[in-house]
Every structure is written in C-alpha cells, then in structure tokens.
C-alpha cells in the first residue's frame, strides 16, 4: 500500500532554513508526480511546490526563490528545502502524490502523507 512519511520539520526562527522530507513506498516514485502541499491554522489548504517525473518543479509565488522541491528517486524521497523562512510560512506541511498531468492550478492527488509541523518565530 502507499505511504508517505514526512519529516524535518520543527521550529525555526525567521530567515533559518528547514529541510522537509518525504519518503515513499508502495508505488512507482520515479514515474510518479510529487507535491508538497501546507495549511496554516484557518487558511485553506495550498500546493506550495510539485515536482514532475520528469523532474520539471513548479514553486507558488509566495515560496519562490526560497523553496527549493526536489528528488531523489534511488532512494524514494521527496525534499522541500525551505530557505530565508518567514513567518507566514507556519504551518502543516504535506507531502503528497499528483495524477500524473495534473494542472498546477488544478491538481488531483492521489495520497497524502500524515503531514509535519513547521513553525517559524
């Protein structure tokens, strides 16, 4: 069955940097489409990063140039590196697969993994 399992999430303050991770099991992760998705406390959810199986990313405007999706497909991880954090980057953090085509702007997902916690201060 599928899992995914994130991690690397905790407490920074402003400006620090976070390393999200998440690891995958129980599918094709290199033929797969991965997004990281969050949700803040009353805000809806939103996709803040997803990368393709091809290795195209796509990063929403409020993280651009500070968040960083990649892979690493020998080993099933998914990674969200989070630099120059800011405070209305708290929030759930998720790791989830993306139908494969899925538009950007219109997203199907497939599994969602348990999420972690990302505070900044």
């Known amino acids: 069955h599928v899992q995914l399992v994130e991690s690397g999430g905790g407490s920074a303050e402003a400006g620090e940097s976070l390393r999200l991770s998440c690891t995958a099991s129980?599918?094709?992760?290199?033929?797969?489409?991965m997004g990281w998705y969050r949700q803040a406390p009353g805000k809806q959810c939103e996709l803040v990063s997803m990368?393709?199986?091809?290795?195209?990313?796509t990063h929403a405007d409020s993280v651009k140039g500070r968040f960083t999706i990649s892979k690493d497909s020998t080993k099933n991880i998914a990674f969200l590196q989070m630099n120059n954090l800011k405070l209305e980057d708290t929030a759930l953090y998720y790791c989830?697969?993306?139908?494969?085509?899925?538009?950007?702007?219109?997203?199907?997902?497939?599994?969602w993994g348990q999420g972690t916690q990302v505070t900044v201060s």
């Open positions: 129980g599918f094709t992760f290199d033929e797969s489409d």
């Open positions: 990368i393709r199986s091809d290795g195209a990313t």
């Open positions: 989830a697969t993306v139908v494969g085509g899925s538009s950007w702007y219109n997203p199907t997902v497939g599994y």
